[in-house]
């Protein structure tokens, strides 16, 4: 599996920004998908996660009722519309595969960097 995020931007506080992630090399509608994100120092944080099909979605609560995941299994693609963006929203976002094997993220993409200015 190859996962491509891209999307990643300067915005101002407040702003909004739409992040992708281009999935290849596996059928993508059999798996579950997910964002995260790492500041500057910090530790990688989860974001946001969607079931396969995508009728499923979870937050982390720093980002619930900000931001939307959903997914196109039709264009392989998954998304991470980012609304009401603060500085501390300033990270490398990344895209991940879910396993149900291994119950566990098992295929990260290469990260697209966020920065919000306050």
């Known amino acids: 599996v190859q996962l491509q995020a891209y999307g990643g931007g300067l915005v101002q506080a407040g702003g909004s920004l739409r992040l992708s992630c281009a999935a290849s090399?596996?059928?993508?509608?059999?798996?579950?998908m997910g964002w995260f994100r790492q500041a500057p120092g910090k530790e990688r944080e989860y974001v946001a996660a969607?079931?396969?099909?995508?009728?499923?979605?979870d937050y982390s609560d720093s980002v619930k009722g900000r931001f939307t995941i959903s997914r196109d299994n039709a264009k392989n693609t998954l998304y991470l519309q980012m609304m009401s963006l603060k500085p501390e929203d300033t990270a490398v976002y990344y895209c991940?595969?879910?396993?149900?094997?291994?119950?566990?993220?098992?295929?990260w993409g290469q990260g697209t960097q966020v920065t919000v200015s306050s």
């Open positions: 969607i079931s396969w099909g995508g009728g499923s979605a």
């Open positions: 991940a595969k879910y396993s149900i094997d291994k119950n566990t993220y098992d295929y």
């Open positions: 090399g596996r059928t993508f509608s059999d798996y579950a």
